[in-house]
């Protein structure tokens, strides 16, 4: 089994600043890939970023970049989203995702990619 545990999400003004945890527990591989995905209402769940822990091969979606980074502490199982420059279009509940093994680029945008995802914690930019 594997448990992700997010934390970190909150209210923010347009242009501020979250950070969003992530901790796995479990039986994790050597080598996993962890991201972010979020879902606002009445959208399907899309990927935000992810990171491959064994050698921090990163990708992010289009929408993200330059504004959203993805790190990771591997001696304490958990992944973190720096995000700036917050726009009211970011407003989702963002859930944590794993999966075992590597981060295909093609693959990784797809929900079904994942195989274990945290309970969610929103984001909310609103002025």
């Known amino acids: 089994w594997v448990q992700p545990v997010e934390s970190g999400g909150g209210s923010v003004q347009p242009g501020g600043s979250l950070r969003l945890t992530c901790e796995v527990s479990?039986?994790?591989?050597?080598?996993?890939?962890m991201g972010w995905f979020r879902q606002a209402p009445g959208n399907r769940r899309e990927g935000v970023a992810v990171?491959?822990?064994?050698?921090?091969?990163?990708y992010y979606a289009d929408s993200v970049k330059g504004r959203f980074t993805i790190s990771q502490d591997n001696a304490k199982n958990t992944v973190y989203l720096q995000m700036n420059s917050l726009k009211p279009e970011d407003t989702a509940m963002y859930y944590c995702?794993?999966?075992?093994?590597?981060?295909?680029?093609?693959?990784?945008?797809?929900?079904?990619?994942?195989?274990?995802w945290g309970q969610g914690t929103q984001v909310t930019v609103s002025s």
């Open positions: 990171i491959y822990t064994s050698g921090d091969s990163t």
């Open positions: 479990g039986n994790l591989a050597s080598r996993n890939c």
């Open positions: 995702a794993f999966r075992r093994g590597w981060c295909n680029g093609g693959s990784w945008y797809f929900r079904t990619y994942f195989g274990y």
